[in-house]
């Protein structure tokens, strides 16, 4: 019934495109239907009062069906608060801070097993403390005017 209704829209949505198009618009030369001067594809009184018309019940018609479809989507998607809804089965329960029950762990206690080799390299290190370089070293004193 939905995909019915889409399909409808989808007709409706172009079917008005066009009738929409041919009229002739009163603003300048817009429409297809001829604009602004006389002459034209459709001209009188008799062929706007037509495609006024059809342009109306097109618009009625798809006013109509996206009512539908929205009223038909809503029916399969029924709110639901996340409040509702309980914990999937075999999640632990998490521990309240501060209450006196201490969880329990799933599996008994055994001796841990030592940490896998990872092929990853090792952190580098940090790095040293920059060096500062040396006073320079007083200029030499000229040698005297009688030497």
């Given amino acids: 019934m939905q995909t019915l209704l889409l399909i409808i829209q989808v007709l409706l949505a172009i079917a008005l495109v066009v009738v929409v198009l041919l009229q002739r618009s009163e603003g300048g030369a817009l429409g297809i239907g001829g604009g602004g001067g006389g ?26 069906t996206s009512i539908a479809l929205a009223v038909l989507a809503s029916r399969h998607h029924k709110p639901r608060s996340i409040l509702d809804l309980a914990p999937p089965a075999g999640t632990p329960a998490v521990p309240v801070p501060g209450s006196s029950k201490a969880a329990t762990p799933a599996t008994p206690a055994t001796k841990p097993s030592p940490p896998a080799k990872s092929s990853a390299p090792a952190a580098p290190a940090a790095p040293a403390a920059p060096s500062v370089p040396a006073a320079p070293a007083a200029p030499n004193a000229p040698a005297g005017p009688g030497k």
Avoid: D, Q, S, V
């Avoid at 002459?39 to 109509?64: E, H, K, P, S, V």
């Fill in 39 to 64: 002459g034209g594809l459709m001209t009188g009184r008799g062929a706007g009062n037509l495609l006024t018309r059809t342009t109306a019940i097109l618009a009625a018609l798809f006013f109509a």
